[in-house]
């Protein structure tokens, strides 16, 4: 298919960069977090059709108070919600008629029974009498919260290693709560244990992952999921290490906030859940001696959570497989996963990243070098269908492998090649158009390719800012090299010069010899064109100074350039015959430009920018007022400055004020006192030295008429 007859070397070279460009891309906006949204939407795909109960699904069961138990409770026993604490003692001992292996309360009691302390003492007892019960406790600022641990509650009595390093990490301070609201101490006696039972969803709100484990005043709690574990175990010792906590002998892997990625079974009601109305009769019939509604083994030896699913008891969550989930069956999700131990893992940054790296260059060099063009259009399909087989699989795996970030790397490599394919084959073109390059502005073949109507005679107004260097000396320079060396010399000073030209946005018009002339805001608008004109001036001179050294030894001699700069409007564009023409300028801005080069010399400077310049340039310098001159061929007068960059100016402040203050006794005429000012700094300022000479000159002849502080100039 590719018949340019590129080289080996060349096509390793164009995988290599095309491999580059498309992982950093994809890892830069996976950093950025700006395609996380996206990653959800995939992962959530993923679960919807992935998930499946396990072996232990069937060891947990719900009772939730759904809407059919509140509404048999308002007909039947004239309980408005919330309901006397009488009701969840008799779910307590219809589930130690089995027994249940333990039972877990999502639902807060942090007040007072509203029936009586008979009520929350009927409450308490049967909890206790059960004895392996979990209770929750709210990790958030609500009302009545707490900011210390109530000496009237017992405290947690867990076994426990490595908990303060584990939470002092700063990228884990998310778990360590600063209130909490607590169960009355009536009622917290009759638990073995508390437990967490506020979550936090991922940024879309949506909830995959918990922490198994938060901390409130030093304290352990863990979420209401593990409590229930824990409550029938309650020797189980809990260890912290880097990446997982350890329970017993079962572990849970965490990411780096300590948060665990959630496997779900499927959608509401996988795991068996009961109506507590349906719970609370069956209790009231065997009480009765009746046969009841719901068999108590139904619960032997499982693991029970009582939580609340009516729409207007708000604690329902979403989930990535259903928008309106209970939020007691997300800690019951939690707890088959440990029983299980088949939680989810986060894939490792460093694992991802290199299976980044790996697919950006498996695409790249496999398009790269494909031989044919059915070759080169089906590695793309397959490129593109791989990240996500190979996210499903982890999943299986029980990893959570990015997709969006290692596809996005694949789309940039495929499509990369393929230009680079198809580009490559006009690489003669290309090679034709650099060659012109060489003797045209860059910029304006751009534009003649975009509007070829502007190959014609003409041109436009504008304001410009114009650019004119000069190296000091040249003759005698050219005139002591052989003429190989001076081209030599000349191409590498001029192409050093004319890349920061370009690169701060200006044309080069022309070379004149050693002459360099170019102007900013032609063709291409550049709005702060009088910065990037002064910008550039500043860089060609301290580019110059480090190329000093190697030139001395090339011309013999240390090379200086002078520089002029003015700003104003001209005339741009094509100049010349019919047959033969020129985008360039004219105008007297362009004259001015041209005559502030040489007027360098004058005052011992090698950069000068004109009033116009210097006060259309915000930039970050500072502009030494050099004086007032008159041109040869102009009238008016110009004021001429000379641009320092700030670290400059610092270091000589000291020098420039006392110059300044030179100049303000020259302006009015002082010629003494500006002469005793000159004169302290002549030996360190070349500008200052000048003054002097030209101070000793004004008092020897006294200028006639009305002295102006000009400086008329006699030679260009």
């Given amino acids: 298919m590719f018949g340019y007859g590129i080289g080996y070397q060349t096509r390793v070279t164009h995988a290599l960069v095309v491999a580059g460009i498309s992982a950093l891309t994809s890892i830069l906006l996976w950093a950025s977090g700006f395609i996380a949204e996206l990653e959800y939407k995939t992962w959530d795909f993923r679960v919807a059709l992935m998930a499946e109960p396990s072996d232990t699904t069937r060891d947990i069961a719900i009772i939730l108070v759904d809407q059919n138990s509140l509404d048999w409770a308002s007909e039947t026993n004239a309980w408005p919600w919330p309901w006397p604490r009488e009701a969840y003692a008799a779910i307590i001992d219809f589930l130690g008629r089995s027994p249940a292996k333990a039972l877990a309360l999502d639902v807060l009691y942090t007040e007072p029974s509203a029936y009586g302390i008979d009520d929350d003492q009927t409450f308490r007892e049967a909890a206790g009498r059960f004895g392996t019960c979990a209770v929750s406790v709210g990790l958030s600022a609500r009302h009545g919260a707490w900011e210390k641990w109530p000496n009237s509650l017992p405290k947690p009595n867990f076994s426990v290693q490595g908990a303060d390093d584990w939470f002092s990490q700063s990228n884990r301070s998310g778990l360590t709560a600063s209130a909490a609201t607590f169960p009355t101490p009536d009622l917290a006696t009759g638990f073995r244990l508390m437990a967490n039972v506020d979550q936090n969803p991922d940024e879309d ?400 400077t090698y950069t000068m920018v004109s009033e116009a310049t210097r006060n259309r340039a915000n930039g970050d310098f500072f502009y030494r007022e050099l004086g007032k001159v008159t041109v040869v061929g102009k009238t008016e007068t110009v004021k001429v400055y000379e641009p320092i960059p700030r670290s400059r100016y610092e270091a000589r402040k000291d020098i420039l004020t006392t110059f300044q203050n030179g100049l303000t006794f020259f302006y009015n005429g002082n010629f003494s006192e500006a002469l005793r000012t000159f004169s302290e700094i002549e030996s360190l300022d070349p500008p200052a030295a000048k003054y002097h000479q030209k101070c000793n000159e004004l008092l020897s002849s006294p200028p006639k008429g009305d002295w102006q502080g000009v400086w008329l100039l006699t030679s260009k």
Avoid at 315 to 324: G, M
């Fill in 205 to 604: 709100s949506i909830y995959r992952r918990v922490a198994p484990i938060k901390r409130f005043d030093h304290e352990i709690l863990p979420l209401l999921g593990l409590g229930a574990y824990l409550a029938a175990n309650p020797s189980s010792r809990i260890g912290f290490s880097e990446n997982r906590i350890t329970v017993g002998s079962n572990c849970i892997p965490v990411d780096s906030q300590g948060n665990a990625v959630l496997r779900y079974r499927g959608p509401s009601g996988t795991h068996p859940r009961y109506s507590a109305a349906a719970v609370i009769r069956s209790e009231i019939m065997i009480r009765e001696g009746k046969k009841p509604t719901v068999d108590p083994s139904v619960f032997k030896d499982k693991f029970v959570f009582l939580g609340l699913s009516a729409k207007g008891l708000h604690d329902t969550k979403s989930i990535p497989l259903d928008k309106a989930y209970p939020g007691v069956e997300v800690n019951a999700t939690l707890l088959d996963n440990f029983l299980s131990q088949d939680f989810i893992r986060q894939t490792p940054i460093a694992a991802t990243t290199v299976f980044i790296l790996f697919l950006s260059l498996a695409c790249a060099f496999s398009i790269t070098f494909a031989g044919s063009l059915r070759i080169n259009l089906l590695l793309p399909l397959l490129f593109i269908c791989l990240p996500a087989g190979l996210a499903f699989a982890a999943y299986r795996a029980g990893f959570w492998l990015p997709l969006v970030v290692p596809e996005i790397a694949v789309l940039a490599a495929c499509m990369l090649s393929l230009v680079v394919n198809f580009a490559v084959e006009g690489v003669q073109k290309q090679f034709i158009k650099s060659a012109f390059q060489q003797y045209l502005n860059p910029a304006v073949i751009e534009d003649i390719i975009l509007h070829p109507e502007k190959l014609a005679l003409g041109g436009d107004r504008r304001e410009i800012s114009i650019f004119f260097s000069d190296i000091q000396g040249f003759t005698s320079i050219s005139e002591a090299l052989e003429p190989e060396a001076l081209t030599a010399f000349l191409n590498d000073y001029l192409s050093a010069m004319t890349a920061i030209i370009h690169d701060e946005g200006g044309t080069v018009d022309k070379y004149e010899g050693d002459a360099i002339i170019a102007f900013w805001n032609a063709p291409q608008h550049v709005p702060d064109h009088p910065l990037r004109a002064v910008t550039a001036a500043l860089r060609c001179q301290e580019k110059l100074s480090t190329l000093r050294p190697v030139y001395v030894q090339r011309v013999g001699r240390p090379l200086h350039m002078r520089i002029g700069l003015n700003t104003g409007p001209a005339v741009v564009g094509n100049m010349g015959s019919k047959n033969r023409f020129n985008y360039t300028m004219i105008g007297d801005a362009v004259n001015l430009a041209a005559r502030l080069e040489g007027v360098n010399k004058e005052f011992g």
